[in-house]
């Protein structure tokens, strides 16, 4: 029985170790981040969002129709559903990130093509096919979440982002700390807290239309960890020689591809992600950063992971499989 629950880990641990696997980067040479077949498993019941299908909207006091958790699959007949038409006006001003209204064929260039790379903007969802509904826009492959049209997201259908959690054990007189329960080690991650809706974070963000994923992961842990937008030229120098290290595919494994139960998310748009762990296990790379919250974050520190985490959208969830992996308490 003990070798059956230690098999994932055995089999995660050689896959780190032998993978030559390659995820491009702006700062050198293109790399690719070995992926543990295990962590990225199904191996329990399919997910139910529920942070989806919170009231009030984020940014607003708008609440969605309200939707049983028996009833979010579309393949339940629901002729009563009358989810709630709302986009925020900081997408309906028209920003470059953001899509025109579909619905308003005079403000369309070019029809969109969902389920393809349409131009340099990836419209693919990394949970297949996703399907239309009655006005030709993407539908929720997650199901009903008692809103539709945008809300806060600028893309109809997937919006894509990337989550980086750098990791390190947890240390004392420099040998590691051991949770007096668990037996096991203590692991820490860079969490920051959203200016927005005050909740702790991986600090992840947004993938730009046509930009690599290795760029974003140092992007946005630069730009909401380290201030690096208002860093002077000497400071982004040494950071990026930093990035070099903390952010080598010999650090990292990918963790997570899928769908994430964010409250921003809608019938006609939601949150994808990547989330990729890169873990300094002597500590000494990651201790030289200069921690400065920036951009989206307010705030910016070190967390001990465990179990009592409570995180924004699917983030506890991202850093359970990291404890998985390394085999750490949670």
Request: proline share 6%; with cysteine; hydrophobic share 35%.
């Amino acid at each position: 029985m003990w070798l059956r629950m230690l098999y994932p880990t055995i089999l995660c641990f050689l896959w780190i170790k032998h993978s030559t696997s390659l995820l491009q980067s702006s700062w050198c040479l293109p790399e690719r981040y070995p992926v543990c077949p295990v962590m990225l498993c199904d191996t329990g019941s399919p997910m139910i969002h529920i942070k989806a299908r919170s009231s009030p909207y984020p940014g607003s006091q708008v609440k969605r129709f309200p939707v049983h958790s028996d009833k979010v699959s579309w393949s339940r007949e629901w002729a009563e559903y009358d989810p709630v038409d709302y986009t925020a006006e900081v997408v309906k001003a028209g920003p470059e990130w953001a899509d025109p209204d579909f619905r308003d064929s005079s403000r369309l260039k070019h029809v969109p093509r969902f389920n393809a790379l349409d131009g340099v903007i990836n419209r693919r969802s990394y949970l297949g096919v996703y399907d239309l509904d009655k006005d030709n826009l993407p539908r929720n492959p997650m199901g009903r979440t008692g809103m539709i049209s945008r809300g806060l997201l600028g893309k109809w259908g997937p919006n894509h982002a990337a989550d980086p959690i750098v990791t390190r054990w947890k240390r004392d007189g420099g040998g590691k700390v051991i949770h007096k329960l668990s037996g096991k080690p203590i692991l820490q991650f860079i969490a920051i807290e959203r200016k927005d809706s005050k909740q702790w974070a991986i600090p992840g963000g947004m993938v730009d239309a046509g930009e690599q994923l290795s760029a974003t992961l140092k992007r946005e842990f630069g730009e909401e960890a380290l201030n690096s937008l208002k860093l002077p030229g000497p400071e982004k120098v040494l950071m990026r020689k930093q990035f070099r290290t903390i952010f080598s595919k010999e650090n990292a494994v990918k963790i997570y591809v899928g769908y994430v139960d964010d409250p921003r998310n809608t019938d006609n748009a939601w949150m994808e992600t990547q989330a990729v762990n890169f873990h300094d296990d002597a500590g000494d790379s990651v201790g030289d950063l200069n921690l400065h919250a920036g951009d989206d974050a307010g705030d910016v520190q070190w967390f001990d992971i465990d179990q009592n985490l409570q995180l924004y959208a699917s983030h506890t969830h991202f850093l359970k499989s990291v404890v998985e992996l390394r085999d750490a308490h949670w």
